[in-house]
């Protein structure tokens, strides 16, 4: 389960002076959902994912993650969580099955259940034919897979996504979201945040619009349809970001 | 702790893993210690030939016992003016003269050029025992035995051999390059620190229950370890040079000394020491910094100030007891000493104290910055 409390985020900037990224964010993710944050540019949900993946501390409120404070507990919180952003990259010089063994180690894993867990996830991925290949002579998706595997080696049970198809071709992008329509049966908890509207759709069981540092929408995509009296979500989306 | 050690072995195995397969730079490091040595050996030799055969020693109305002085100089050619005819062009090159006057002989030569004013000393030195020659002949003459008038001259006398030499000749180069490669590999490894920042893997590494000291304590044995091989690999080639007995020019390094392994233990202490004080800059360094290339404004200033502390072990007198407390300084008089079988235990045992204490600051300030989210982004 994933939960933000009137988080708050603020930052100095030389030009903008004192900028709200978050001003008290509140939002529920039940065990075993799939919840889609969407927003333009600066609405503050990369911010969001960077507060519950412990990388950055808010400036107000807390964040749980299945229950644990993310500003009281840090480490914690991290055995719990698997975390794919399109930014991150994975090692030019190691292999993707090198990377997720070391990971898998860090995290104190046993050896048969890393290779166990490598298996499973590289079949589900189609990534068989790369694993023993050095991350620098791999594709962009070859790549995304590989940060894929890296994060999901340890078996996390809850995952927090990044624009994870961004960036990536029809093709990949569609084993991207048809592998967290599977994390989601088996169980696990999903935040993800994206600009890409037919997945959140075709994903999320809850949907959160967010808008200047706080929710301006929520709820499954039946509610927001009857809440606003449209049908399409990019209608949705564009009616409450302008009205913010 | 154990997990912590466990947690920075497998960091430190990942670097090392990561920088094997880096071609050049392994090439870098192998190259770079071995070859250092012998090149620059082969470089002051060559240089050391060249300058002694090119000094000109122009003689100006000379007598016999000018010339006779001037005919022992080796490495040097004479040439005599006489007669107050016309002047012959002068050789270009360093040069000296020398003439005699109203009171005995006259030299000049200019002491900014060391070779000439070698030179010129030597033809004072022939021109003395050339005068002292003439009046033991004169005392023995008059029935005088020359030992009733001793000491009337002293001479000063070599003793050192070619053992001497070559110890002298190490004690100043290992210390001064084994600092240099040692740091600047280190230098070349500051990768291992910033290059998860630029090339944006670190926030994974963040987000797994690894603890932050676990990560820089396994990034540090990797910078030191870089550091270590490399100026390991100059002193194995050092010793190889030796041990061959290759001579190179007048550079005194024949072969004739072998360090022992004491001496040697004291070299790699110091040098295990230094690399932990420069592998705690180097992680300090790489932690602040957000790119290699912010990370040079920091390294290099680091390697001049260790390049000019290092000059300090080419004096051969005794600093005073302050300059125990400088690092760096420190290892260089302490390796200096070593290798000229000067007791150099409790240099070491300063040095070492001294860059363990810098290696616990730089790496306790490393640490508290990757737990500021800073690490990652601008805030």
């Given at each position: 389960?994933?939960?933000?409390?009137?988080?708050?985020?603020?930052?100095?900037?030389?030009?903008?002076?004192?900028?709200?990224?978050?001003?008290?964010?509140?939002?529920?993710?039940?065990?075993?959902?799939?919840?889609?944050?969407?927003?333009?540019?600066?609405?503050?949900?990369?911010t969001a994912l960077r507060i519950l993946s412990t990388l950055m501390t808010p400036s107000g409120g807390d964040a749980l993650i299945d229950g644990i404070s993310v500003t009281a507990e840090p480490e914690a919180v991290r055995r719990k969580i698997g975390v794919v952003s399109y930014e991150t990259r994975p090692y030019d010089r190691l292999t993707p099955r090198e990377t997720a063994t070391l990971f898998g180690r860090l995290s104190d894993m046993e050896e048969a259940d890393i290779a166990r867990m490598i298996g499973e996830i590289s079949d589900l991925l189609e990534m068989k034919d790369f694993l023993d290949e050095p991350a620098e002579d791999l594709s962009t998706g070859m790549k995304q897979k590989t940060v894929l595997l890296r994060a999901l080696v340890t078996n996390p049970t809850v995952l927090l996504f990044d624009e994870p198809s961004a960036g990536l071709d029809v093709l990949t992008a569609k084993r991207v979201t048809d592998y967290i329509r599977l994390l989601r049966d088996q169980g696990r908890t999903v935040l993800f945040s994206t600009h890409v509207l037919w997945e959140a759709e075709r994903l999320a069981d809850r949907i959160g619009i967010i808008h200047r540092g706080r929710l301006a929408e929520e709820g499954t995509l039946e509610d927001l349809r009857r809440r606003t009296g449209a049908t399409d979500l990019e209608d949705i989306f564009f009616d409450r970001v302008m009205e913010g | 702790?154990?997990?912590?050690?466990?947690?920075?072995?497998?960091?430190?195995?990942?670097?090392?893993?990561?920088?094997?397969?880096?071609?050049?730079?392994?090439?870098?490091?192998?190259?770079?210690?071995?070859?250092v040595f012998p090149l620059l050996m082969a470089l002051i030799g060559s240089l050391g030939e060249d300058g002694d055969a090119s000094v000109t020693v122009v003689l100006y109305e000379p007598d016999a016992e000018l010339l006779r002085a001037a005919g022992t100089l080796e490495g040097a050619s004479v040439m005599s003016r006489q007669g107050g005819g016309p002047d012959l062009p002068l050789p270009d090159g360093p040069r000296l003269s020398a003439g005699v006057g109203t009171d005995g002989y006259w030299l000049e030569a200019s002491r900014a050029n060391?070779?000439?004013?070698?030179?010129?000393?030597?033809?004072?030195?022939?021109?003395?025992?050339?005068?002292?020659?003439?009046?033991?002949?004169?005392?023995?003459?008059?029935?005088?035995?020359?030992?009733?008038?001793?000491?009337?001259?002293?001479?000063?006398?070599?003793?050192?051999?070619?053992?001497?030499?070559?110890?002298?000749?190490?004690a100043v180069l290992v210390p001064y390059l084994a600092i240099i490669i040692l740091v600047s590999n280190a230098i070349r490894a500051t990768y291992i620190a910033v290059g998860e920042k630029e090339k944006n893997t670190l926030a994974s590494l963040l987000v797994t229950s690894v603890p932050r000291s676990s990560i820089v304590l396994g990034k540090t044995l990797a910078v030191m370890a870089v550091a270590v091989s490399a100026s390991t690999l100059l002193v194995v080639g050092m010793v190889a040079f030796s041990a061959l007995g290759l001579s190179i020019g007048e550079s005194g390094l024949d072969g004739g000394y072998r360090p022992g392994v004491g001496q040697f233990a004291l070299v790699a202490a110091n040098l295990s020491t230094l690399s932990l004080l420069v592998a705690g800059a180097i992680m300090a360094i790489g932690t602040f910094a957000r790119t290699q290339r912010e990370a040079g404004y920091f390294t290099a200033p680091l390697l001049f100030l260790c390049i000019?502390?290092?000059?300090?072990?080419?004096?051969?007198?005794?600093?005073?007891?302050?300059?125990?407390?400088?690092?760096?300084?420190?290892?260089?008089?302490?390796?200096?000493?070593?290798?000229?079988?000067?007791?150099?235990?409790?240099?070491?045992?300063?040095?070492?104290?001294?860059?363990?204490?810098?290696?616990?600051?730089?790496?306790?300030?490393?640490?508290?910055?990757?737990?500021?989210?800073?690490?990652?982004?601008?805030?």
């Open positions: 389960m994933i939960e933000t409390r009137d988080l708050r985020k603020t930052f100095r900037s030389r030009s903008r002076g004192r900028v709200d990224a978050l001003d008290g964010l509140t939002l529920t993710c039940e065990r075993g959902q799939v919840y889609a944050l969407l927003g333009p540019n600066g609405a503050g949900k990369t | 702790m154990a997990g912590v050690r466990n947690k920075a072995w497998l960091i430190f195995m990942k670097e090392i893993r990561v920088i094997l397969r880096d071609r050049r730079m392994v090439m870098g490091i192998v190259l770079g210690g071995l070859v060391p070779v000439v004013w070698s030179v010129a000393r030597a033809l004072e030195e022939a021109l003395v025992d050339g005068r002292s020659e003439v009046v033991r002949r004169r005392l023995e003459l008059r029935g005088v035995p020359p030992s009733d008038l001793e000491p009337y001259s002293i001479r000063l006398l070599d003793t050192s051999d070619s053992r001497d030499r070559s110890a002298a000749v190490l000019f502390l290092a000059v300090f072990s080419f004096s051969p007198r005794a600093f005073p007891l302050w300059t125990n407390a400088v690092p760096v300084l420190v290892n260089a008089l302490a390796m200096r000493d070593a290798i000229l079988t000067v007791p150099a235990g409790r240099e070491t045992a300063l040095a070492a104290l001294g860059n363990v204490l810098v290696f616990a600051v730089l790496i306790g300030a490393a640490v508290r910055m990757y737990r500021k989210e800073s690490i990652l982004f601008r805030t």
